[in-house]
């Protein structure tokens, strides 16, 4: 399959995904010229706020796979992600991003996260998100254990 013909999966799910109740948002997973997983919103329905077609992809491509790295992939998703997709694709150590819609044509209809971008712009003190440090002392304890385990798994 053509790199457009992965993205018109992935358009075709965001289409779909409104007759079944969630987001006009749809990803493909792909690796070796093959769709390994796909994922679409399933916010309102799942009662989840993380459910996005990228991250439902990711988990579902993760699980088939039995890894956590998704290196050698590559996903296909019908709009520019929001910050925490992105962040997810990161995470997932995939190759490559395509996108459709851009971040723009989403705000058009009322999907806006460029208020997220904005404050990740901010320092903490001056984000809308209130925010206060407590424990760093305990919890260090965990970065401390974490830090001489020689059994651990990092990633
Ligand atoms: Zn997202």
């Known amino acids: 399959m053509k790199k457009e013909e992965f993205m018109r999966k992935a358009i075709e799910l965001s289409i779909e995904n409104i007759e079944n109740g969630g987001g006009p948002f749809g990803a493909v997973i792909v690796k070796g010229g093959k769709i390994v997983a796909t994922g679409v919103n399933r916010v309102t329905d ?46 997932a150590r995939l190759d490559k991003m395509y996108y459709a819609n851009t971040k723009t044509d989403a705000m058009n209809i009322g999907f ?31 970065f401390e254990a ?8 990092e990633y």
């Open 46 to 91: 799942s009662c989840d706020p993380t459910a996005h077609a990228e991250v439902c992809a990711i988990r579902a491509a993760a699980k088939k796979l039995g890894t956590f790295n998704l290196s050698g992939c590559e996903i296909y998703t019908s709009c520019e992600p929001c910050p925490m997709c992105l962040g997810a694709i990161y995470w």
């Open 112 to 142: 806006d996260d460029s208020f997220i971008y904005d404050e990740l712009e901010l320092k903490l003190t001056e984000r809308k998100l209130q925010s206060e440090q407590l424990l760093r002392n305990e919890a260090l304890k965990a």
């Open 146 to 153: 974490w830090s001489n385990n020689n059994e651990k798994i």
